[in-house]
């Protein structure tokens, strides 16, 4: 199944659903191991997890022809929330790897759905006490490449550069770090509250920067696996 949508800049793209996303609800399931006194168990996307035999028999789930649907909340506490977890785990530190190479390649990351939607936990941004925004790699390059990005063409001996996330005091403004990408050197500019930031940087940019990246998106799962394909995709066109 294709879902098909528009981004905020009018790009329209479709993900496979049937790739990046796991129905939730009733986990079906059949049975492909036993070990003592647990099952393994395979969903239909061939996902596999241990699951508890006693609970089978206590749950009253029924097996027939060796599959199962689990309830709701055992296919969530037994396998989407570790799932889950695992996945966003190893795509931040995919992230963290190749951030730099990912920003060099923000055409490639606009033209795949599942490219644009991987969410790594560094971009996050917002005023303290009141909560924080996350957004997307697509968000974040649709917003560098409209040319309405918070942006200053130098600073501090870095040119070109483009905000990717900021923390700020929701009172005095006072920013308390600010991380910014430079077109020029292909590096992230690291900066906090001990060191200078770019005239005027303060709660009106901050602001303007959270609301340019606001907007509902879809939840994508797998992520780390789409992270794996577009690095090995970057990796192909530069041989």
């Known amino acids: 199944m294709m879902y098909k949508f528009q ?38 996307y061939r996902d596999r997890f241990w699951f508890r035999e006693d609970l089978i028999h206590s749950n009253e789930i029924p ?48 033209s795949k759905a599942e490219y644009y939607l991987l969410k790594p936990s560094a971009l996050k941004s917002g005023f303290a006490y009141s909560g924080g925004r996350s957004y997307s790699l697509g968000r974040l390059f649709e917003s560098i490449e409209s040319g309405n990005h918070i942006y200053y063409p130098e600073f501090k001996g870095y040119k070109k550069l483009y905000l990717v996330s900021m923390s700020a005091s929701p ?31 303060g709660t009106a940019q901050g602001k303007a920067f959270i609301e340019l990246m606001s907007g509902k998106e879809i939840t994508m799962d797998r992520e780390d696996k789409a992270m794996q394909n577009l690095i090995g995709e970057i990796n192909a066109e530069r041989k």
């Open 7 to 44: 981004t905020k800049y009018g790009r329209k793209l479709e993900l496979d659903l049937s790739l990046w996303k796991i129905d939730e609800g009733f986990g079906y399931c059949k049975i492909v191991d036993r070990s003592e006194d647990l099952l393994l168990l395979e969903n239909d």
């Open 63 to 110: 097996i027939v022809n060796n599959r199962l649907v689990l309830p709701e909340t055992l296919y969530e506490y037994w396998f989407l929330k570790d799932f889950r977890r695992e996945s966003k785990e190893a795509l931040d530190q995919l992230y963290e790897q190749h951030a730099a190479l990912i920003f060099q390649n923000r055409d490639l990351v606009l």
């Open 171 to 201: 009172l005095s403004g006072h920013v308390s770090k600010a991380v910014f990408w430079s077109d020029e050197t292909h590096e992230f500019v690291k900066l906090n509250s001990t060191t200078t930031l770019p005239d005027g940087f």
